[in-house]
């Protein structure tokens, strides 16, 4: 399965596009955040790329769930947003 990481620096509408893409090809994609900048810019991708989807009949679905990492011998936990088409 496809694992998309977002960070606070990525520009939505290209990040939106890399989700459309990948939708065409795989039935769900993954993206993977660590922190609030970094969630906000994702879902703002979310929803561009739905606007992309929308006119092919299909809607995208995300699951959001709670993943815990080891970063330098540290606990983070990162949030990762399951996206799916119907």
């Known amino acids: 399965m496809e694992i998309m990481k977002v960070s606070s620096t990525s520009v939505p509408n290209h990040v939106a ?13 993954i993206i993977q955040t660590i922190g609030a900048a970094a969630l906000n810019q994702a879902i703002k991708a979310i929803a ?6 929308i006119p092919t009949g299909k809607e995208l679905i995300c699951i959001p769930s709670f993943h815990d ?17 119907r």
């Open 17 to 29: 596009g890399a989700i459309a893409s990948l939708m065409r090809e795989k039935e769900k994609i």
């Open 48 to 53: 561009i790329a739905r606007g992309y989807i």
């Open 69 to 85: 990492l080891t970063v330098n011998e540290k606990c983070i936990t990162a949030i990762r947003l399951t996206i799916e088409l």
